[in-house]
């Protein structure tokens, strides 16, 4: 056969052919150059290829651990000029069958950890099956041209309001993703990072292992996050980045807490040598941030951003990083807030929905027309979510069908309401709901886990709050759970919660 020619391939993988024998990844299996990882991406492709024929716009699900084989995966499916869909590690079969009859995945790989529940179900669709250890073929050949507005990668939303949607982004919605946060987070060949995070979420795929490889950084992997492995790990002290959800620094810190002196003064060392330490994908509590901060002397930079959109807002890099605020718009994307009528709010203090528009923002909803158009308006991408603007930064108030709650003819946000308990000394994590209520609309209900030992009484709860609180944020309703329901990013899953009070 003739030798592959070099081909106008996504660009995060033409860009990486400058760092060579640069470390790329680290894993459980290895240490990886550059070099190395653009070979197995080209062998990946030329091996789909060869299998498969023309595969443009063909859509490839994989289940694959974190690591070198993941992203050789990733890049390989890129540039056979298909679109990669990644599965959730830990979803339960439904899931999985949903997204390979929603995507009418063509063909699927797996690695031997997770070949046998996505093998089974794309053997009943008559999907095509693929083991990585198959993909050894020294083939040959030509690889098509890949176009920037090809679509590039559908991954899903959350769902925590209706059924699961695939989000299609190009590689130039990728490509200005990355470039926007390499320039605000200012990435360099000299970071190094450790992903924890599953990786099939942007804050995965692309705030850390894209902007880490495009710049020529070394991105380590962990299979999953441990919290022993995680704390051995950033104790080691050889990262410069760190980039997690709320959930994963709360544990974090009850690690620090069990740890002896020199445990933790060798965890606080490490973390002290670091430039960047990052959260998002759900609310930072304010007292989380006060204690990480001091542990290892890191103001946690906040920032905002989902599915359709990649990142949007963020803290500063240098400069005042706000507890509760998710900082300002981000290079490249313009932000507005707008009013019911769509109007612009002009003036700080008064909440509204937050649109986004700019080269991030996604493509379509796969297969959804109605649900693509009903997302724009005049060219902007309406978020749903509602924010408010004070002195110059933007803070979250929720999403507008999860966490605003109207009760009353009041508008009241459940975000700022568990900040506010979270402060009771007897609760440890908390979730708040508007429920619904023929008198007012909807009621304001808490679901709490306590500390250990302690007890709650609605009567005495709503005392303390009133302290805190105005009257319509004040919880009518009160349930004591053992633990939060929580998707894979760590974010409470409120129709759940709102389940526990029908």
């Not at 022993?228 to 974090?252: C, D, N, W």
């Not at 359709?308 to 803290?315: K, T, V």
Request: hydrophobic share 40%; glycine share 8%.
């Amino acid at each position: 056969m003739p030798a592959m020619r070099m081909v106008n391939a996504a660009p995060i993988v033409t860009v990486t052919q400058a760092y060579s024998s640069q470390i790329a990844v680290r894993d459980k299996t290895g240490t990886y150059s550059y070099t190395e990882l653009q070979t197995r991406a080209r062998e990946v492709a030329a091996v789909l290829v060869d299998r498969e024929g023309c595969l443009r716009g063909s859509r490839i699900a994989f289940m694959v651990t974190p690591g070198f084989d993941y992203v050789a995966i990733l890049w390989g499916i890129w540039r056979a000029g298909a679109v990669a869909v990644p599965i959730g590690l830990g979803y339960p079969e439904p899931e999985i069958d949903y997204i390979l009859a929603d995507t009418q995945a063509e063909l699927v790989i797996s690695d031997d950890s997770h070949d046998t529940p996505l093998f089974s179900l794309a053997s009943r669709r008559e999907c095509r099956s693929l083991n990585v250890k198959e993909i050894r073929s020294r083939a040959q050949g030509n690889l098509p041209d890949v176009g920037l507005d090809q679509p590039a990668l559908i991954l899903y939303t959350s769902g925590t309001t209706s059924k699961p949607k695939g989000v299609v982004t190009s590689h130039r919605n990728i490509t200005e993703q990355i470039k926007s946060l390499v320039s605000a987070w200012e990435w360099r060949q000299e970071d190094k990072i450790l992903n924890v995070l599953p990786l099939h979420h942007v804050h995965g795929i692309i705030n850390i292992v894209c902007c880490a490889l495009w710049s020529g950084a070394s991105c380590q992997f962990l299979p999953g996050f441990d919290v022993t492995e995680t704390f051995r790990t950033i104790s080691q002290g050889h990262l410069t980045l760190f980039m997690a959800v709320p959930t994963i620094y709360s544990k974090l810190i009850a690690a620090w807490e069990q740890e002896s002196g020199k445990g933790q003064a060798r965890f606080t060392e490490a973390c002290s040598k670091m430039r960047l330490m990052v959260s998002g994908s759900a609310a930072l509590p304010v007292q989380v941030l006060e204690k990480w901060r001091s542990i290892t002397g890191h103001t946690l930079l906040e920032r905002y951003g989902m599915t359709e959109i990649g990142m949007a807002l963020s803290n500063p890099l240098h400069g005042d990083r706000k507890p509760g605020m998710v900082g300002f718009p981000l290079p490249g994307v313009t932000v507005q807030l707008s009013d019911d009528q769509g109007r612009e709010i002009q003036d700080d203090g008064i909440s509204g929905e937050i649109w986004i528009k700019g080269q991030t923002v996604f493509q379509e909803y796969w297969q959804r027309p109605e649900a693509t158009r009903a997302a724009f308006q005049d060219g902007w991408f309406r978020t749903g979510d509602i924010a408010v603007i004070e002195d110059g930064y933007y803070r979250i108030l929720g999403r507008d069908s999860i966490d605003i709650i109207k009760s009353g003819g009041f508008k009241v946000s459940a975000l700022e309401i568990e900040e506010v308990l979270r402060g009771h000394p007897s609760i440890a994590e908390c979730s708040v709901v508007g429920i619904p209520d023929p008198e007012w609309g909807e009621r304001v209900a808490l679901v709490a886990v306590l500390q250990p030992g302690q007890s709650l009484e609605l009567n005495v709860l709503r005392g303390w709050a009133r302290t805190y609180l105005s009257k319509a944020k004040i919880p009518t309703r009160l349930e004591v759970v053992k633990e939060l329901p929580r998707n894979a990013m760590g974010k409470v899953v409120k129709p759940e919660v709102r389940k526990l009070f029908e």
